[in-house]
């Protein structure tokens, strides 16, 4: 796990870098808001340390500008301040928990985990994944190696029902059921909307994902 501390007070900084990279985590150190501000905005962390009182830019400030930004890490502030104000005013700039110093270095990294895993399971429930493919379920688009796609409707719910039953065969009937409902067009519609996803997904790559299984359906199989 990558942490990014921003805390001026050297001591209670040095403290929390013992604790954690003893544990195996990785962290990188901003000791003035400014600073933590730039790494927040250009580097990848699992969570941000966060103190309130510093130099530059305060905490409540750092905070509210990386959100202003859409980075969406989680952001747990530090504080010697323990007024109901105080906390609130925290969240209402865009942190997601609130710890009072003194604190323990056990609770901190409870806390941490926690937020951590939080965020994880968000993340598992708005995609979905099969072999080197992962299907954002908000954006409609889908990722495979190096490449991204845009998915209209038709196409983005064919593969989601692929994927969410995958390796199991997905009939036909299932498809056009959650396409058309009752209201299946004329002619075989399914099996050009087919041939448009493989073109997308399947073309410009080695291995086929997607398998036809004759007077049955189709179905997602990763022969790796």
């Not at 104000?85 to 806390?111: C, M, N, Q």
Request: aromatic share 8%.
């Amino acid at each position: 796990m990558k942490l990014l501390l921003v805390e001026d007070h050297q001591e209670i900084a040095g403290v929390i870098f013992d604790f954690f990279e003893i544990k195996g985590y990785t962290l990188d150190y901003a000791n003035n808001g400014q600073h933590g501000f730039e790494l927040g905005s250009t580097e990848h962390y699992d969570l941000i340390i966060l103190d309130v009182m510093l130099p530059k830019m305060d905490g409540f400030e750092v905070c509210q500008q990386l959100r202003e930004r859409g980075i969406d890490t989680p952001i747990l502030m530090l504080t010697a301040r323990d007024t109901r104000e105080d906390t609130l005013e925290g969240f209402s700039h865009g942190a997601d928990d609130y710890l009072v110093k003194p604190f323990d270095l056990d609770i901190l990294e409870a806390r941490i985990k926690a937020l951590t895993r939080r965020r994880l399971g968000e993340t598992a429930l708005n995609q979905l994944s099969f072999g080197e493919m992962t299907l954002n379920l908000s954006t409609h688009t889908v990722e495979r190696g190096n490449c991204s796609f845009a998915l209209n409707p038709t196409l983005f719910t064919i593969l989601k029902l692929l994927m969410i039953k995958a390796p199991k065969v997905v009939s036909k009937q299932e498809l056009i059921s959650a396409l058309w409902g009752d209201n299946e067009p004329e002619g075989n519609v399914l099996r050009s909307h087919i041939y448009q996803l493989r073109h997308q997904i399947d073309k410009p790559f080695k291995r086929a994902y997607i398998k036809n299984v004759p007077k049955v359906g189709y179905q997602l199989v990763d022969e790796d």
